[in-house]
Nanobody
Framework: QVQLVESGGGSVQAGGSLILSCAASGDTYSRYSMGWFRQGPGKEREGVAGITYDGRTSYSDSVMGRFTISKDNAKNTVSLRMNSLKPEDTAMYFC?????????????????WGQGTQVTVSS
């Protein structure tokens, strides 16, 4: 079992930055790959960024070059630094955990989910 709690969401103007954090507890966190997903108004949940237990990363095309995912196994946290935010980045952001290193942006690969944190980007 892994418990996940996100924080760091908020409201920002377009072009601004935010850092989301996800604190994990429970099972051996260092063995899990982690992902950030988002669900905008009226949209399906989509993968944004993922990182394997050993630090390999994957990003969706829509955030490549703007978002950076990182993982601190010592602190049991995963972070998402979001730069150059756009109104279309407005969504509820969720972190998730899974075993294995493949399909980091695929929703149904993940077993454990946090409750989400809201990000709102105004134009």
């Amino acid at each position: 079992q892994v418990q996940l709690v996100e924080s760091g969401g908020g409201s920002v103007q377009a072009g601004g930055s935010l850092i989301l954090s996800c604190a994990a507890s429970g099972d051996t966190y260092s063995r899990y790959s982690m992902g950030w997903f988002r669900q905008g108004p009226g949209k399906e949940r989509e993968g944004v960024a993922g990182i394997t237990y050993d630090g390999r990363t994957s990003y969706s095309d829509s955030v490549m070059g703007r978002f950076t995912i990182s993982k601190d196994n010592a602190k049991n946290t995963v972070s998402l630094r979001m730069n150059s935010l756009k109104p279309e980045d407005t969504a509820m952001y969720f972190c998730a955990a899974k075993r294995g290193v493949k399909l980091l942006l695929t929703l149904d690969q993940y077993k454990y989910w946090g409750q989400g944190t809201q990000v709102t980007v105004s134009s």
